[in-house]
């Protein structure tokens, strides 16, 4: 069992930066695959941004890439999103998720565990 906590959300202007935490406990944190989801209001939850138990690979949703970063660090048992250059776009409910056994997590994966997500606004 791994219970997962996010926190970082808030308001921020467009061209702002955030940086999202999700903190692990529960479980050994550096078997876990972490991915960051999204959802905005009235709209699907989509795939953000994913990393792997070492934190040697990432990957991103394009419409992120290159403002957004994922990384972990194990020893903390806590995975980051640093958001930079924030859109009003990216205004949603932010959610970090786990899952053993995989590579990466993307939706389609099945995430095995969900944290209970953290607010980010961005204003225009």
């Known amino acids: 069992q791994v219970h997962l906590v996010e926190s970082g959300g808030g308001l921020v202007q467009a061209g702002g930066s955030l940086r999202l935490s999700c903190a692990a406990s529960g479980s050994t944190f550096s078997r876990y695959a972490m991915g960051w989801f999204r959802q905005a209001p009235g709209k699907e939850r989509e795939f953000v941004a994913t990393?792997?138990?070492?934190?040697?690979?990432?990957d991103y949703a394009e419409s992120v890439k290159g403002r957004f970063t994922m990384s972990r660090d194990n020893a903390q048992n806590t995975a980051y999103l640093q958001m930079n250059n924030l859109k009003p776009e990216d205004t949603a409910v932010y959610y970090c998720a786990a899952k053993e056994r995989t590579l990466l997590l993307y939706e389609s994966s099945r995430p095995d565990y969900w944290g209970q997500g953290t607010q980010v606004t961005v204003s225009s």
């Open positions: 990393i792997s138990w070492s934190g040697s690979t990432t």
